[in-house]
């Protein structure tokens, strides 16, 4: 079946534009997490949705981020007045209820900020 | 505050012998760990997972080893394949809270032919 899809792969962007990365889970997976990783860096917490619940937001590092998750599916992350800081590879996963604890990957999307 | 610690960035490997990938943790409440594998230009992938109510849990050439009293876990790859060059990272979690994954900053495997 489809896995995780995250559009663009890639993304160019001048400082201070925003951007707006999307995720697409596995159908009918309740549980849809953000992440980021920097160069050299290992996978930073951003963003945790689990079913109804109020999201985790408690790894965003600054008000310029936040995200949505529509429908309990499709899931947008947006960064605002982008920094150079934050280019890295901002990866998506999400994972069935009851099994919150394995965690299916899309392949990512790269930003980078010139 | 690095929660779930990998130590070794890298670690070199020659085919056939044995990997030793460690990991620890310093927040007591974790109860559920996992080792998640990483190839350029993709996203991780799950590996094998472990409970606090165990101390081993085995999958072919993959053994995950947890010592909590130590707050230590590892996972051992015998006999190391080509295919197993990877950045491997180790997880922890709350299971009982529904909590989210913290992930450690990962261990870049290189298997040597």
């Known amino acids: 079946g489809a896995g995780v899809s995250q559009s663009p792969s890639n993304k160019v962007t001048e400082k201070g534009k925003d951007v707006e990365l999307r995720c697409d889970p596995i159908?009918?997976?309740?549980?849809l997490y953000w992440y980021r990783q920097s160069l050299g860096q290992g996978l930073e917490f951003l963003i945790y949705?689990?079913?109804?619940?109020?999201?985790?937001k408690s790894g965003l590092p600054s008000d310029r981020f936040s995200a949505e998750r529509t429908g309990g599916s499709v899931s947008t992350l947006t960064i605002q007045r982008t920094q150079q800081e934050d280019s890295a590879v901002y990866l998506c996963?999400?994972?069935?209820?009851?099994?919150?604890?394995?965690?299916?990957f899309g392949p990512g999307t790269r930003l980078t900020v010139t | 505050d690095q929660q779930v610690k990998q130590n070794s960035p890298s670690l070199s490997v020659q085919e056939g012998r044995i990997s030793i990938l460690n990991c620890d943790y310093t927040n007591s409440m974790f109860d559920y760990f996992l080792w998640y594998k990483k190839y350029p230009a993709e996203g991780p992938t799950f590996l094998i997972s472990?409970?606090?109510?165990?101390d081993k849990n085995e999958d072919g050439r993959f053994t995950v080893f947890l010592n909590k009293s130590a707050k230590h876990l590892s996972l051992h790859i015998v006999p190391s394949q080509p295919g197993d060059s990877a950045v491997y990272f180790c997880?922890?979690?709350?299971?009982?809270?529904?909590?989210?994954?913290?992930f450690g900053k990962g261990t870049r495997l290189h298997i040597l032919p």
């Open positions: 949705f689990q079913g109804n619940s109020a999201p985790d």
């Open positions: 996963a999400s994972s069935p209820q009851g099994s919150s604890y394995e965690q299916y």
């Open positions: 159908s009918g997976h309740t549980a």
């Open positions: 472990i409970s606090s109510i165990k």
């Open positions: 997880a922890a979690t709350k299971m009982n809270r529904d909590d989210k994954i913290i």
